[in-house]
């Protein structure tokens, strides 16, 4: 049976400039440029002020009120419309003269080594082998499969499979097991292998096998790897034979090794990836913030599309492909207006979120001393500008400041209150400090346990259950007494 109902629903949507705004907020700076080049890429109407003569009349609009943060109304496309509204004759150079950026830093590039990839090294080491034609594809398969640690973790038959269909060679698994053992002949040592074992294993073969600490750190490695990985040095002592104090030097050689061969030069590029948002300088006491000059780009309105809109305005509109002419870059002037001043409000919204964490960590980035930090949740902050909590939220968990102990992500100096015996209200971040004082100073042939802890943290004032402190251990990746124990 058919029935028909009238529903009134309250829906709150966001315009498409409200939603460009958002994705532009929570772009780090990193990754700024790469948005404003596709803009001007898909937009003619978008240009690149600092590419155009200095003495060129540009568009420029009024600064939006930064308190108001979702308050870009849509434009409708009608078909009457003054083009006064999209030209005027202001100088671009006061585009971003209202923020305090530093344009110096923002702009300098960090420089790279210029060196060999993982992959390009175990090439030119298979590059000078004699190998036949046949051997070197199987070589070439098998560098290919490791993964970025420097493991093979794919079974022999499946490169034997992709062998067969997609280079048309037919081998055997004898072959290809041959070929993998000169492939973990290579550097670094331990490349190559199918499992940790393995891996160890081979940078213990590349060692001098007639000294018997290198005989004995094998024999672990080969049968006892679990119990050593457990730190069960109890066992292994009986196991071998030893006496602590040659459990230790046997232990030493093992830790030596690599356990990752694979991603020795990846930890240099992946650090070079971080650029901070902003910078805070301590003059005297007194604390400075600035803009990364990368956040505050010169872009203007194109005046050719200028001039070709004041061109169509003043021609007859009755014509329907005039009139198509003129919607096209009517729109593609709104979208040029509408990136530029979601660029400016974004500029308005970092600096403003910025100052407002500075202001309530002033003693923090004054010390830089984690104990300073007082407790500050996302709330704190959009109250404080009165601003949405999702906006706080998508500046703090992409930006980065540079201070002059560090370079940190704004996310890490929001953190829970805790209660002290006291009264007092304290950071968690104060908690976490001294218990990772406490781990490093304790005993490392008997480490604290998590009990032991919560005592000590108990006779310092802070009362806090035996679970609240193995999940800050954890948080720090700090492993449990029994992992951290040392002979």
């Known amino acids: 049976m058919l029935k028909q109902t009238l529903q009134q629903k309250l829906l709150q949507k966001l315009s498409p400039q409200q939603i460009q705004f958002i994705k532009l907020l929570q772009v780090p700076t990193v990754s700024l440029d790469a948005r404003i080049k596709e803009e001007l890429e898909e937009n003619p109407a978008l240009e690149d002020g600092s590419l155009t003569n200095m003495n060129d009349p540009v568009e420029e609009y009024p600064d939006k009120d930064p308190d108001d943060d979702f308050n870009m109304e849509e434009n409708s496309y009608e078909d009457e419309f003054s083009v006064d509204e999209y030209i005027q004759e202001d100088d671009y150079k006061d585009y971003g003269g209202g923020y305090d950026h530093d344009d110096e830093d923002g702009k300098k590039e960090i420089p790279i080594a210029v060196q060999d990839s993982f992959y390009e090294n175990l090439q030119n080491q298979l590059d000078l082998l004699a190998l036949s ?11 290919g499969s490791l993964d970025d640690d420097g493991y093979l973790r794919r079974p022999i038959l499946s490169l034997i499979d992709d062998l067969a269909f997609s280079q048309n060679v037919i081998v055997e698994e004898e072959d290809v097991e041959d070929i993998l053992k000169i492939v973990q002949s290579f550097d670094p040592a331990g490349i190559g292998a199918r499992n940790l074992q393995e891996c160890l294993a ?5 060692k001098d096998l007639t000294n018997p600490i290198i005989q004995q750190a094998m ?3 080969e049968n006892y790897l679990d119990e050593f990985t457990k730190k069960h040095y109890d066992k292994i002592e009986k196991q071998l034979g030893v006496n602590s104090e040659e459990l230790k030097e046997i232990v030493n050689e093992i830790l030596k090794l690599n356990p990752k061969p694979g991603d020795s030069g990846a930890a240099a590029g992946k650090q070079l990836q971080i650029i901070p948002d902003f910078h805070i300088s301590n003059n005297d006491g007194v604390l400075h913030l600035t803009l990364n000059g990368r956040n505050a780009p010169e872009l203007r309105v194109s005046r050719s599309y200028q001039e070709m809109f004041e061109h169509y305005e003043k021609t007859e509109k ?19 207006k509408w990136f530029i ?38 709330k704190d902050i959009a109250d404080k500008i009165e601003m949405d909590i999702s906006t706080v939220s ?94």
């Open 219 to 221: 024999m672990v490695v």
């Open 133 to 143: 034609d046949k051997d070197y594809i199987v070589g070439q398969q098998i560098i």
């Open 341 to 378: 001043d979601a660029i400016k409000q974004r500029q308005q919204t970092l600096l403003k979120t910025m100052n407002a964490i500075m202001e309530y960590q002033y003693d923090y980035f004054l010390t830089g001393d984690d104990r300073m930090l007082k407790p500050m949740i996302l």
């Open 394 to 487: 998508r500046v703090a968990n992409s930006k980065y400041v540079q201070t002059e102990f560090g370079t940190f992500l704004l996310k890490s100096f929001f953190s829970e209150a805790i209660q002290t015996e006291s009264g007092e209200e304290v950071s968690n971040k104060e908690v976490k400090k001294i218990l990772e004082e406490c781990i490093a100073n304790e005993d490392k042939r008997k480490p604290l346990a998590d009990e032991k802890l919560t005592e000590i943290l108990k006779e310092k004032g802070y009362s806090i259950a035996r679970r609240t402190v193995a999940k800050y251990r954890e948080a720090m990746n700090i492993p449990v007494a029994r992992l951290r124990k040392e002979l």
């Open 318 to 336: 009755n014509d329907k492909k005039m009139r198509e002419a003129v919607q096209f870059v009517k729109q593609k002037l709104d979208s040029a």
């Open 202 to 206: 081979i940078q213990l073969r590349k």
